[in-house]
C-alpha cells in the first residue's frame, strides 16, 4: 500500500519533530512514509524515490541547519527535495523557529522556498498539527473515533511521554477534519487520451482531446493494464485538429514496458518525460520531438538498470541538443557518453 504523505528531514536536528508529525497524522487516521519506520527490506534509495513517487503530500521538516549540506550533490534531503519538485508533489514545509533558507540554495532545489510554510512551535502543538492538515491534499485513510476535551489538553505532554517511552498515557487520535475538495494530482490520469486495444492490455495511441500541459497516463484502461507508448499525435480526430495538446511534461505509468517509434514526435513543447524502470524496449527516435530531442528524462530505476533497456538504433540523436537521464544514483549526460565513445573508437 503506498503512503499518502511522506516527510522528509535531517536525522541530526530533525528527527524528533519529523517523529512527533508522523505519530500524528497516524493517529488521525493518514498512512506516512517515515524511513526509520517504514523501510524494512530492499534498496534504500530505490524504496525512498518510489515512495515520493507514489505518495500525494510531501512533508519537509527544516530544522535549523537542515538545507545547509544541500550543496552536496550526493545529499539525501536534497534528493528527497529533488525528486518530489520533479514529480510536482504537494509539498509542506515545516519550519523550526531558527531555520532560514541559505542565500547558496542549489537551482534544482529552489523551487522549494515558493510553498507556504508552517512553522513548528511546540507550545503550540495542536494549531501546528491543524496548520500541517490544512495544507495536505490527502484525506485521513482511516475514520478514528473521537475523545474528550479533557484528554485532547493533554497534549503534546501526554503525547511526548508516550512517544519516548515515559509515563503510562497514550497517544489519543484527533477526530477526523472536514472533508476538503480534493484538486488533481499528479497521480490522477488525464482525460481525453486516445487507446487501442492489443490483448489484454491498451497502448496509448494519441493526446486526443487532452489539454494537459502535464500530462498524465493511467496505469489501468477500462478495465486492462496500459502497457506501451505509441505516437502520441495530438490530433483530436482524424486529419482535423480540434484541440491541440502541447504538454510540457509527460507521466508515464509503470504498467508501461514498451516506448514505440517516434513516441513524441512533434511535440515541440515538450522538456521532461518520467520513464518507470519497468520499460524494457525503447524504439527508434521515441524521445526525438523533431530536430531536437527531449531536454529531460526522470527514469526511476539505476544507471546500469537504464543502460540495460533494449534500445532501437536512432532511439535519439543528438546533432543538436542535449538529454540528461535522471537515475536514482546519478546522471547519465548522453552528449558527454556519445563524445566519449567516440574518443574510443
Not at 541530526?12 to 497516524?26: M, N, R
Not at 496500459?226 to 509503470?254: E, Q, W
Not at 542535449?322 to 573508437?345: F, P, Y
Request: aromatic share 12%; glycine share 8%; net charge neutral.
Amino acid at each position: 500500500m503506498s503512503e499518502q504523505v511522506f516527510i522528509s528531514y535531517r536525522r541530526v536536528g530533525g528527527d524528533v519533530t519529523a517523529k512527533l508529525i508522523c505519530e500524528t497524522l497516524k493517529g488521525r487516521g493518514y498512512t506516512v512514509f517515515y524511513d526509520y519506520d517504514s523501510i524494512n527490506n530492499g534498496r534504500f534509495d530505490t524504496r525512498i524515490f518510489a515512495a515520493i513517487e507514489d505518495c500525494t503530500d510531501f512533508i519537509v521538516v527544516l530544522s535549523e541547519d537542515a538545507l545547509d549540506n544541500c550543496v552536496n550533490q550526493d545529499d539525501w534531503v536534497r534528493w528527497e527535495i529533488r525528486h518530489a519538485l520533479k514529480y510536482n508533489k504537494n509539498i509542506v514545509p515545516v519550519m523550526v523557529p531558527e531555520f532560514k533558507f541559505p542565500d547558496n540554495l542549489p537551482g534544482d532545489i529552489a523551487d522549494v522556498a515558493k510553498f507556504q510554510g508552517v512553522k513548528f512551535v511546540m507550545d503550540y502543538f495542536d494549531s501546528v498539527m491543524s496548520s500541517i492538515t490544512s495544507r495536505l491534499i490527502s484525506q485521513p485513510a482511516v475514520t478514528v473515533s473521537s475523545h474528550d476535551q479533557e484528554t485532547k489538553s493533554n497534549e503534546p505532554k501526554g503525547f511526548l511521554a508516550s512517544l519516548f517511552g515515559f509515563g503510562n498515557k497514550k497517544p489519543v487520535p484527533e477526530p477526523a477534519p472536514a472533508p476538503k475538495p480534493q484538486p488533481k494530482s499528479d497521480a490522477s490520469a488525464s482525460n481525453g487520451l486516445s487507446f487501442e486495444r492489443f490483448g489484454d492490455s491498451y497502448i496509448v495511441t494519441g493526446l486526443g482531446y487532452c489539454n494537459d500541459r502535464y500530462v498524465v497516463i493511467p496505469k489501468i484502461y477500462c478495465g486492462l493494464p496500459v502497457t506501451s507508448i505509441g505516437k502520441l499525435h495530438s490530433f483530436g480526430s482524424s486529419s482535423i485538429i480540434y484541440n491541440r495538446c502541447s504538454p510540457k511534461r509527460i507521466k508515464i505509468p509503470n504498467s508501461v514496458t514498451e516506448i514505440g517509434q517516434e513516441a513524441f514526435y512533434g511535440l515541440n513543447e515538450l522538456e521532461s518525460v518520467n520513464v518507470p524502470s519497468s520499460v524494457n524496449k525503447i524504439g527508434k527516435g521515441a524521445f526525438m520531438k523533431g530536430t531536437y530531442p527531449v531536454a529531460e528524462i526522470i527514469y526511476d530505476g539505476t544507471m546500469e538498470m537504464w543502460d540495460a533497456i533494449r534500445f532501437a538504433p536512432e532511439w535519439i540523436k543528438l546533432n543538436y541538443g542535449n538529454t540528461l537521464v535522471h537515475c536514482v544514483d546519478g546522471v547519465i549526460d548522453l552528449k558527454q557518453r556519445e563524445n566519449e565513445q567516440k574518443r574510443k573508437k
